[in-house]
């Protein structure tokens, strides 16, 4: 199986001058649960390069077994480091998408062309499309085959707005994912903060959190084989 994971470009956190990117654990759990089961994973980002990584998430206080085995892992670290430019990628290539979280997208990922335009077309294929914590931002200009916005009349989550105030960006951060999910006609739902949800709807997987890292690679290699829903 082939798996492509999309991560943001982007790592200025707002105008706070501090750092943002793409969150480790939500990274590295996909990836290696996949890889582990022979995935052949491709690694992409709107620039092609180095992703930024959120400084936050490479913390002890963020560590676990899969963020420990990534910082060990000198072959991933490479894969990080020389990611392919988003521009160079045929969706047709591929059996299924990852987007990580962190703050990044929110900013890159939600109005990128080229993002857009990409899951588009994984969904027009039926191919499984995923996406954990804010990386549902991802989601925010993407159109269904009918023009709606992809998310509406389907069950979603993201990155709840108390998860967000408990972080203290509500203020600087360009769009709350909650919010623009429900504003999309999302049918948005959620469990107490940090703890792990995902939800699939047809080939639309969410995950709340960082947390949820977990149950949304489940659930993408449960489906990963499936083509028509």
């Known amino acids: 199986m082939n798996v492509l994971f999309v991560l943001t470009s982007h790592n200025e956190l707002g105008d706070t001058g501090k750092k943002t990117g793409f969150w480790v ?15 052949a994973i491709t690694i992409a980002t709107p620039k092609g390069g180095a992703a930024p990584i959120d400084p936050s998430s490479d913390s002890p206080d963020a560590a676990t077994k899969d963020t420990e ?49 990409l899951i588009e077309k994984f969904n027009l294929q039926q191919k499984p499309i995923a996406f954990v914590c804010h990386a549902p931002a991802a989601l925010k200009n993407v159109k269904d085959n009918d023009g709606n916005p992809l998310v509406r009349g389907k069950k979603v989550t993201g990155f709840t707005n108390t998860e967000e105030d408990a972080v203290g960006l509500t203020s600087v951060v360009p769009f709350l994912v909650e919010d ?6 999302g049918i948005y739902s959620k469990k107490e903060d ?6 699939q709807d047809t080939n ?26």
Do not use: C
């Open 194 to 199: 940090w703890t792990a949800y995902a939800i």
């Open 25 to 39: 654990e939500e990274f590295a759990n996909p990836y290696y649960k996949l890889l582990d089961q022979g995935a």
């Open 180 to 185: 623009m999910l429900k504003e999309n006609g």
């Open 69 to 117: 085995r990534f910082n060990k892992d000198e072959k991933a670290k490479e894969r990080i480091a020389n990611t392919k430019a988003l521009s160079t990628i045929n969706p047709d290539d591929f059996d299924a998408v990852f987007y990580p979280g962190g703050h990044g997208p929110l900013w890159d990922l939600a109005n990128d062309v080229t993002s857009i335009a």
């Open 204 to 229: 639309l997987i969410t995950g709340q959190n960082p947390a949820s890292s977990e149950k949304v690679a489940e659930l993408l290699i449960e489906n990963i084989s499936k083509t028509n829903y």
